[in-house]
């Protein structure tokens, strides 16, 4: 309840009950009680915090959520101050606040997580709260975004040069960590590559991320663009490639019922926001990723 009410103050209230935030957190084998922090008011649950170790030296915060009471507010100061007291008992000595795209805690596909952009700029009382403690701006990222359903591609030269030479496939996905497994545990990732009609290398990769839909956790109606890349040396070969295999895949999730395709790209990534803009993907919201040295 709280995840909802806190997320609905600065966007649509996320569709999240408490079956999903279940299936996405807590029934995972890296789930620790103990960092899932909780700060009541007369015994009422006002606010709520959670933390994982990185590493021995760092710490990501998360979630911080708390409702628009002054209890809720006053207690989140508490809840902060408490969660740092912790984090210096584990013996970290920095904080990262926010999920990005690399972060692999279970939270990625959660709405309105998504793929990660720190803490939304529209949350002003999460961003006020850490700055208050000290925290700093690390980098900003953006989401993009784009509707499948009666999508027209670009059209140039290139483009159907490179429709008519070239073919998509699936791809075996790269093994991954059991941490990261269990992280992921709920969205299908599926890889496609575009391949030359004589085989060979790839000549652009990208991973798509769709919802598992036995475990529910992000809308079978959405899905996330994951790493992108390509073996090309020549730039703007390479750009080419890209562009056209992501061209190619928008339509077939179109197919499957998957209405938009998201995806996070830092603020100093102009390339690659170029790319998204030429693509017809629009820039939906900006985030930051904090962090605070102990």
């Known amino acids: 309840m709280l995840w909802v009410i806190h997320h609905s103050i600065h966007r649509p209230a996320p569709a999240v009950t ?15 009680p103990e960092r899932l922090l909780v700060a009541t008011w007369d015994g009422e649950p006002v606010a709520w915090c959670h933390w994982f170790l990185e590493n021995q030296r760092s710490v990501c915060l998360a979630a ?39 972060s692999r805690w279970g939270y990625q596909g959660l709405d309105p997580i998504g793929q990660g952009i720190g803490i939304d700029v529209a949350d002003d009382r999460v961003n006020q709260l850490l700055e208050d403690a000290g925290f700093e701006e690390a980098r900003r990222i953006d989401r993009w975004e784009v509707a499948t359903i009666d999508y027209r591609p670009p059209v140039s030269r290139e483009s159907v040069l490179f429709r ?16 990261q497994a269990a992280a992921m545990f709920h969205l299908e990732i599926k890889k496609y590559q575009l391949v030359a009609p004589g085989g060979g290398a790839p000549l652009a990769t990208a991973e798509i991320w769709l919802s598992d839909p036995d475990i529910h956790v992000m809308s079978t109606n959405h899905s996330i663009l994951g790493r992108v890349d390509s073996d090309k040396s020549d730039l703007s070969a390479r750009e080419a490639a890209i562009r056209c295999l992501l061209a190619l ?23 690659v926001a170029a790319r998204m803009a030429a693509l017809k993907f629009r820039r939906t919201a900006v985030g930051r990723l904090l962090r605070k040295s102990l």
Do not use: N
């Open 64 to 102: 911080f959520c708390f409702d628009a009471s002054p209890q809720g507010e006053t207690a989140a100061v508490a809840l902060l101050t408490e969660f740092q007291r912790q984090v210096v008992s584990a013996g970290a000595v920095s904080i990262h606040a926010g999920i990005s795209p690399e």
């Open 249 to 271: 895949i928008i339509p077939l999730l179109a197919e499957k019922q998957i209405r938009s395709l998201y995806h996070s790209v830092p603020s100093d990534s102009h390339d």
């Open 18 to 32: 408490p079956a999903i935030w279940e299936q996405a957190i807590p029934a995972r084998h890296f789930f620790s």
């Open 164 to 179: 008519r030479g070239t073919r998509i496939e699936l791809a075996a996905m790269p093994p991954m960590t059991p941490d």
